[in-house]
Every structure is written in C-alpha cells, then in structure tokens.
C-alpha cells in the first residue's frame, strides 16, 4: 500500500481521499483534485472512509465535518490511532474551528469553510 501511487511528468502523484455525505460536495472536490493531477478516491460517510483507511494508505483525507452517524472529528480520532501519520483537512458549511478542543485541532491540518478554496487546499495537501 502506498500513499504516493504513480508518477506522471516526472512527479510523484498523492493519493487522497475525499469524505463528504452530500453526494455533489464529494464529486465536485473530487473532480477538481483529480483535474490538479491527484489520485482521488471518495466515500460517503466517515464509515466508509474507515474501511477504505484500514485497506489502502492514502497522504491525506479531505473530510467533511458534519455528518451522520460519525462526524469528521470522530473520524480523525478513530483513523489516527490506526495510522498516527494520516494528514487530515477539515472541510465545512460553516466556521467551526473555535468549537474543536485543543487535543483535536493538533490531529488535524487545517479546517476550510465550504465553498473550498482549491488553490489554498492545493498547497495544503503539497505542503
């Protein structure tokens, strides 16, 4: 399993993933990373994006906060502890960082209010 999957023009191609339980979200973002020259697989809920973490190795999960069942922020807890160097970015419809205790926001790379900004969510994921 490797994280870095295929090299294209010389560069090596990150594997991501995307989690969103709104169906155009998920697309959308997947779409645009794909068209950046990333490997992009997506899931629908933070369950599924757990089977897909214990079955691949990915360089970054791109997750919705709020959703069913389990939210972003469960996820990340229950996905670190089985992959501690998972890099996480947060994604929202609304401005939440100022609700994550200190403990989560250091689990995580950054959180991105909806509608992402792909240029900033670009160099997130590159750097």
């Given at each position: 399993m490797k994280s870095q999957t295929r090299i294209a023009k010389g560069i090596i191609m990150k594997r991501l993933l995307v989690v969103d339980d709104?169906?155009?979200?998920?697309?959308?973002?997947?779409?645009?990373?794909?068209?950046?020259?990333?490997?992009?697989?997506?899931?629908?809920?933070?369950?599924?994006?757990?089977?897909?973490?214990?079955?691949?190795?990915?360089?970054?999960?791109?997750?919705?906060?709020?959703?069913?069942?389990?939210?972003?922020?469960?996820?990340?807890?229950v996905a670190k502890k089985e992959q501690p160097g998972l890099r996480f970015i947060l994604i929202s419809g609304y401005h939440c960082s100022d609700d994550l205790e200190e403990d989560e926001r250091r689990l995580i790379v950054a959180i991105l209010e909806k509608p992402v900004d792909l240029t900033r969510l670009k160099g997130l994921i590159i750097g």
């Open positions: 709104d169906h155009n979200v998920r697309l959308t973002l997947s779409l645009a990373l794909k068209s950046e020259g990333f490997v992009v697989e997506s899931a629908g809920d933070a369950q599924e994006a757990l089977t897909k973490v214990r079955s691949n190795s990915y360089e970054c999960v791109i997750s919705d906060i709020n959703m069913p069942k389990m939210n972003g922020i469960e996820l990340v807890k």
